[in-house]
């Protein structure tokens, strides 16, 4: 994702792009982050991340159900230059539900005790 600082149009519209590629550019790192530090990880790292990871894809289908059914029509409403955008970003959510579905069948289905670097690259797509 890149930032927008340089199209045109109002700073709210680009503000909040921008903000949505900052988070997003933050998560990609924590999990490269992670990656890295699977060799030296404490033993129960498995355990607290298979608990860290329901918790999130919790939170993460209420986020982008709260986006898609309200602040995106919302958006779309008061800037409809956005709208093409907006649309695409559901379609987005829409392949990352689809990826979350598959990660909470993987955690679920991966045992207590299993290594949890094979654990993280099975369920790897990057």
Do not use: K, Y
Not at 19 to 41: C, G, I, M, Q, S
């Amino acid at each position: 994702m890149t930032r927008h600082d340089e199209l045109p149009g109002p700073a709210a519209e680009r503000g909040l792009g921008d903000f949505l590629v900052e988070a997003h550019d933050w998560l990609r790192a924590e999990l490269l982050a992670l990656r890295e530090r699977l060799d030296t990880a404490p033993p129960d790292l498995g355990a607290q991340l298979r608990a860290h990871c329901r918790a999130f894809c919790a939170g993460l289908v209420e986020h982008h159900t709260g986006e898609d059914r309200g602040a995106f029509p919302a958006l779309a409403a008061h800037f409809p230059a956005l709208a093409p955008v907006l649309a695409e970003l559901t379609e987005q959510h829409r392949e990352v539900d689809r990826l979350r579905a598959e990660i909470e069948v993987l955690v679920g289905n991966t045992r207590p005790d299993a290594p949890i670097r094979r654990t993280f690259e099975c369920g790897s797509t990057a």
